[in-house]
């Protein structure tokens, strides 16, 4: 299998500041790497796939990059909605994994 | 537009199985592989499965093989999970998702809540 490791696990920062969120796998998974927003009590919601691909409707201050092992989600101006817990997953092969998970909370 | 609609909350004693329906609209049922994937409570998100609707075939992650069934019905463009000998283990929200561009899950049912109790 293959192994999505994120860090942070957490951060704190304010209204905004630039994110970045790192993700790598443990081989070469080209660009199947996608992110997920997660809200508390909610479904998740793509973001981001095939590594920089913007999902519509995602604003245009998120982006991503990356190909191989190593993959970055940056937001570049950090707006109150997006507080919340990102995912990243590869879609290379199966099963399917998920990175841990980075909370994004309010400094 | 596309919506996947699920079921909603169950709870099991442990040994029991659920069956989980996610009701899909807005596309061709078959067109699409559907993963499904759960998160326990305060925990990450884990992958179960992907299912083709079109010929039914399915490929389980490893913890779940034979405990886990999907099958659909195309005449309502619905898949069900199965998940059998439920333990407090499996209580969590399940979610049915649909892929899309690069296998990513691109859209997601609103979650069903399995509650394992005895």
């Known amino acids: 299998d293959i192994q999505m490791t994120q860090s942070p696990s957490s951060l704190s920062a304010s209204v905004g500041d630039r994110v970045t969120i790192t993700c790598r796998a443990s081989?070469?998974?080209?660009?199947?790497l996608n992110w997920y927003q997660q809200k508390p009590g909610k479904a998740p919601n793509l973001l981001i796939y095939t590594a920089s691909s913007l999902q519509s409707g995602v604003p245009s201050r998120f982006s991503g990059s990356g190909s191989g092992t190593d993959f970055t989600l940056t937001i570049s101006s950090l707006q109150p909605e997006d507080f919340a817990t990102y995912y990243c997953?590869?879609?290379?092969?199966?099963?399917?994994?998920f990175g841990q998970g980075t909370k994004v909370e309010i400094k | 537009q596309v919506q996947l609609v699920q079921s909603g909350a169950e709870v099991k004693k442990p040994g029991a199985s659920v069956k989980v329906s996610c009701k899909a609209s807005g596309y061709t049922f078959t067109t699409y592989y559907m993963d499904w994937v759960r998160q326990a409570p305060g925990q990450g998100l884990e992958w179960m499965a992907k299912?083709?609707?079109?010929?039914?075939?399915?490929s389980y992650a490893q913890k779940f093989q034979g405990r886990v069934t999907m099958t659909r019905d195309t005449s309502t463009s619905t898949v069900y999970m199965e998940l059998s000998s439920l333990r407090s283990e499996d209580t969590a929200v399940y979610y049915c998702t649909r892929e899309g561009f690069g296998e990513s899950l691109y859209y997601w049912g609103q979650g069903t809540l399995v509650t394992v109790s005895s």
């Open positions: 081989q070469s998974i080209s660009s199947y």
């Open positions: 997953q590869q879609s290379y092969s199966t099963p399917r994994t």
């Open positions: 299912f083709n609707p079109s010929g039914g075939s399915t």
